[in-house]
């Protein structure tokens, strides 16, 4: 298991940004797969993006899609995802998620391996 951290979360009005930080155990990124999860207490957890750092290649939910960019920061040794044009209902608590040693991406909860603690995004009319 990989200790995985999020950071950057907060409140913002309809329209703003956020950029949320995984940071994994303390160390460099995973070889593997990186991802964003969200979840609200009325739903399941839901995919948002993922990043594979063999490969490079990225995957995004329909949702949020145009509004979000997922990156790897090689000198913070992070995985970021900048969220723009922000919604209401882009609230919930967002997830950081991890699985070494692959070298492609999955949108299924149940493929991922380690999981962070969350941060919460409220984003206000």
């Known amino acids: 298991q990989v200790a995985v951290v999020e950071s950057g979360g907060g409140s913002v009005q309809a329209g703003g940004s956020l950029r949320l930080s995984c940071q994994f155990s303390?160390?460099?990124?995973?070889?593997?797969?990186m991802g964003w999860f969200r979840q609200t207490p009325a739903q399941e957890r839901e995919f948002v993006a993922a990043?594979?750092?063999?490969?490079?290649?990225?995957l995004y939910a329909d949702s949020l899609k145009d509004r979000s960019t997922i990156s790897i920061d090689s000198v913070k040794n992070t995985v970021d995802l900048q969220m723009d044009s922000l919604k209401p209902e882009d609230t919930a608590r967002y997830y950081c998620a991890a699985k070494a040693g692959v070298t492609v991406l999955s949108k299924s909860r149940l493929w991922w391996r380690s999981w962070g603690q969350g941060t919460q995004v409220t984003v206000s009319p």
């Open positions: 990043i594979n750092s063999f490969s490079g290649s990225t």
């Open positions: 303390g160390r460099t990124i995973i070889s593997g797969a």
